[in-house]
Nanobody
Framework: QVQLVESGGGLVQPGGSLRLSCTSS????????MGWYRQAPGKQRELVAT???????NYADSVKGRFTISRDNAKKMAHLQMNSLKPEDTAVYYC???????WGQGTRVTVSS
C-alpha cells in the first residue's frame, strides 16, 4: 500500500524556521508532481507549493520568498523549508502526490510566542 508520511512539524516562535519532510513509498515517485498544502483551523485546505519531477516550483503568494520546496528523488522525499514563520502560517500541513491524489496524514505547525 502506497503511503505518504509527513514529519517535522512543531511549535516555533514567530520569525523562526521549520523543515517539513514527506516520505513516499510510491515506486514512480520521481516522475510525480508533489505538493504541500495546509489547513488552518476553520479554513479550507490551501495550496502552499508544488514541485515537478525536474524541480520546477510554484508557490502561493503568501509564502513566496519565505518557503522553499525541494525533493530528493533517490530517497523518495519532498521537503518544505519554512523561514520567517508568521502566526498566520499556523496550520496542519499535508503532503500530496498530485498524480495519484494520495495525501499524507498531516503534520501540525504552530507559530506562536
Amino acid at each position: 500500500q502506497v503511503q505518504l508520511v509527513e514529519s517535522g512539524g512543531g511549535l516555533v516562535q514567530p520569525g523562526g524556521s521549520l523543515r517539513l519532510s514527506c516520505t513516499s513509498s510510491e515506486t514512480f515517485f520521481s516522475i510525480h508532481i508533489m505538493g504541500w498544502y495546509r489547513q488552518a483551523p476553520g479554513k479550507q485546505r490551501e495550496l502552499v507549493a508544488t514541485i515537478t519531477s525536474i524541480g520546477g516550483t510554484n508557490y502561493a503568494d503568501s509564502v513566496k520568498g519565505r518557503f522553499t520546496i525541494s525533493r530528493d528523488n533517490a530517497k523518495k522525499m519532498a521537503h518544505l523549508q519554512m523561514n520567517s514563520l508568521k502566526p498566520e502560517d499556523t496550520a496542519v500541513y499535508y503532503c500530496n502526490d498530485l498524480f495519484t491524489g494520495l495525501w499524507g496524514q498531516g503534520t501540525r505547525v504552530t507559530v506562536s510566542s
